[in-house]
T-cell receptor
Framework: GAVVSQHPSWVICKSGTSVKIECRSL??????MFWYRQFPKQSLMLMAT?????????EQGVEKDKFLINHASLTLSTLTVTSAHPEDSSFYIC?????????????FGDGTRLSIL | KNEVEQSPQNLTAQEGEFITINCSYS?????LHWLQQHPGGGIVSLFM???GKKKHGRLIATINIQEKHSSLHITASHPRDSAVYIC???????????FGTGTRLQVFP
């Protein structure tokens, strides 16, 4: 079945560091990838929609300069948390949809647990 | 009121029991998703449905479009079914997923 690989799975770093998270679709091309954030015991919150070859679309309240998204190829999207602070500590998860049309389910990565000290 | 509501929030069951998780939504949808999230955080897509009923192994998902309601059933539940089950409505207008708050299921041997 379709596989989405997310890396790294766990990051601990100092405040002020920038952290890059990769999301790869391993066996399909993904025109659209999604980035979500999840706080403990809460549901997923969509941060942005990443479209191959164009700028990401950010949800209201999500700082685009803080959370940089690059979707340079049909199999890779990256999320960079710039100058991370403790309040950025969270679980980040990506998903990818095969193909160009909305009739396929999203496939999720295993998530990245980010802890900023 | 949330656009996607799930019940119950928490559910405990004995191994072998039949389990039902309910989801109601208030938005126009192109599809309804059921997802499973394990303690480590990884998410698996269980079902994507826009009408009727789907079955995969011991899992059954149904949807009633007129009533804007979906159910996820687990037959002969097993401890390995313990996870958070999330209902997500795919918005007809935007293709974005709107998530319910999840149902935490624990199945005891």
């Amino acid at each position: 079945g379709a596989v989405v690989s997310q890396h790294p799975s766990w990051v601990i770093c100092k405040s002020g560091t920038s952290v890059k998270i990769e999301c790869r679709s391993l066996d399909f091309q993904a025109t659209t990838m999604f980035w979500y954030r999840q706080f403990p015991k809460q549901s997923l919150m969509l941060m942005a929609t990443s479209n191959e070859g164009s700028k990401a679309t950010y949800e209201q309240g999500v700082e685009k300069d803080k959370f940089l998204i690059n979707h340079a190829s049909l199999t890779l999207s990256t999320l960079t948390v710039t100058s991370a602070h403790p309040e950025d500590s969270s679980f980040y998860i990506c998903s990818a949809r095969p193909g160009r049309w909305g009739n396929q389910p999203q496939h999720f990565g295993d998530g990245t647990r980010l802890s900023i000290l | 009121k949330n656009e996607v509501e799930q019940s119950p929030q928490n559910l405990t069951a004995q191994e072998g029991e039949f389990i039902t998780i309910n989801c109601s939504y208030s938005v126009g949808i192109s599809a309804l998703h059921w997802l499973q999230q394990h303690p480590g955080g990884g998410i698996v897509s269980l079902f994507m449905l826009s009408s009727g009923k789907k079955k995969h192994g011991r899992l059954i998902a149904t949807i009633n479009i007129q009533e804007k309601h979906s159910s996820l059933h687990i037959t002969a539940s097993h401890p390995r079914d313990s996870a958070v089950y999330i209902c997500a409505a795919e918005s007809y207008n935007t293709d974005k997923l709107i998530f319910g708050t999840g149902t935490r299921l624990q199945v005891f041997p």
